[in-house]
């Protein structure tokens, strides 16, 4: 489960982080308001592509962190196949 994103540098945001609780999140706004690059930094975790024109400030990198409660689903024996050091709580880094 999502627990917090991070973002930084990336479209029309500077610097923000999202805390997520258990259960369910839905996020509103008006149109405008940045639900879609929230969307955006999500999907850049997931392996999406940037380009040059996701950079607020051109001279800054972009960095997209979220971090992830992973207890409940059984991931041990996936980390030691693939040669990573398992914790319950994982921070998956996007950074261009």
Do not use: W
Not at 17 to 31: L, M
Not at 34 to 61: H, N, Y
Request: glycine share 10%; charged share 20%; proline share 2%.
């Amino acid at each position: 489960m999502l627990r917090l994103l991070s973002v930084n540098n990336f479209v029309l945001i500077d610097d923000l982080q999202v805390s997520f609780d258990p259960g369910f999140s839905i996020i509103t706004g008006e149109t405008g308001a940045g639900k879609s690059i929230l969307l955006g930094a999500l999907s850049l975790l997931q392996g999406g592509k940037a380009d040059g024109s996701t950079l607020l400030d051109a001279s800054k990198k972009c960095v997209v962190e979220g971090a992830f409660d992973i207890a409940n689903y059984a991931l041990n024996e996936f980390f030691a196949l693939n040669d990573l050091e398992y914790d319950d709580h994982t921070i998956l880094p996007f950074l261009f």
